[in-house]
């Protein structure tokens, strides 16, 4: 099982860029799918991106399509999220998980989270 510890939130604005880091202390995070999610108080947690585990495939949610990418480097058990142009509706609590896909749409394949990171968008 994956041991996930997420990084690189902070406070921007409008139109700039961060960068979050997954990383996976276990050294499984090779052999799934991975995802992130973000969550904000009040609303239900919201799929955001997925990434096969050989990088072959990735998935967004509309809202982010174009302005973020995932991508991952397994050799240093870490997934990323580049998140260009920026709104103040991306303001959240970030988190990665290893993920499957279900009929009803990604989920988090181990129904456990991490502390997730916070990212917060000035308008």
């Known amino acids: 099982q994956v041991q996930l510890v997420e990084s690189g939130g902070g406070l921007v604005q409008a139109g700039a860029s961060l960068k979050l880091s997954c990383a996976d202390s276990?050294?499984?995070?090779?052999?799934?799918?991975m995802g992130w999610f973000r969550h904000t108080p009040g609303k239900e947690r919201e799929f955001v991106a997925a990434i096969t585990s050989g990088s072959t495939s990735t998935y967004y949610a509309d809202s982010v399509k174009g302005r973020f990418t995932i991508s991952r480097d397994n050799a240093k058990n870490t997934v990323y999220l580049q998140m260009n142009a920026l709104k103040p509706e991306d303001t959240a609590a970030y988190y990665c998980?290893?993920?499957?896909?279900?009929?009803?749409?990604?989920?988090?394949?181990?129904?456990?989270w991490g502390q997730g990171t916070m990212v917060t968008v000035s308008s």
């Open positions: 998980a290893a993920v499957l896909k279900r009929s009803t749409g990604w989920d988090n394949a181990f129904d456990a």
């Open positions: 276990g050294r499984t995070l090779s052999r799934y799918a």
